[in-house]
Nanobody, 119 residues
Framework: QVQLVESGGGLVQAGGSLRLSCAAS????????MSWYRQAPEKQRELVAA???????NYADSVKGRFTISRDNAKNTVYLQMNSLKPEDTGVYYC?????????????WGQGTQVTVSS
């Protein structure tokens, strides 16, 4: 079983920055790909950014050039540095991690952290 705990959300003015963290704990062989999703009110959850264990990254077009995903494999932690924030970035941000053994992999989700960007 894997637990993901997010932190770093909050209220910020447009143009500001926030850094989200997501730490994985529990019993697992290793953590594979990690990613951040967000869900705005009355909208579907969408992928924001993802990173493989080796550091290959992928971003939604709407955040390219503003957000940076990174990870520390020794700490089983993924980060999301969010700069030049816009009101449309508002939502609940969820961390997802692929974890388990070489024979059995499962996607785990965190509980979410609220990000609110005021205009």
């Amino acid at each position: 079983q894997v637990q993901l705990v997010e932190s770093g959300g909050g209220l910020v003015q447009a143009g500001g920055s926030l850094r989200l963290s997501c730490a994985a704990s529990g019993s697992f062989f290793n953590i594979g790909a990690m990613s951040w999703y967000r869900q705005a009110p009355e909208k579907q959850r969408e992928l924001v950014a993802a990173i493989t264990r080796g550091g290959i990254t992928n971003y939604a077009d709407s955040v390219k050039g503003r957000f940076t995903i990174s990870r520390d494999n020794a700490k089983n932690t993924v980060y999301l540095q969010m700069n030049s924030l816009k009101p449309e970035d508002t939502g609940v941000y969820y961390c997802k991690a692929d974890a388990g053994s070489p024979w059995s992999r499962t996607d785990y989700w965190g509980q979410g952290t609220q990000v609110t960007v005021s205009s």
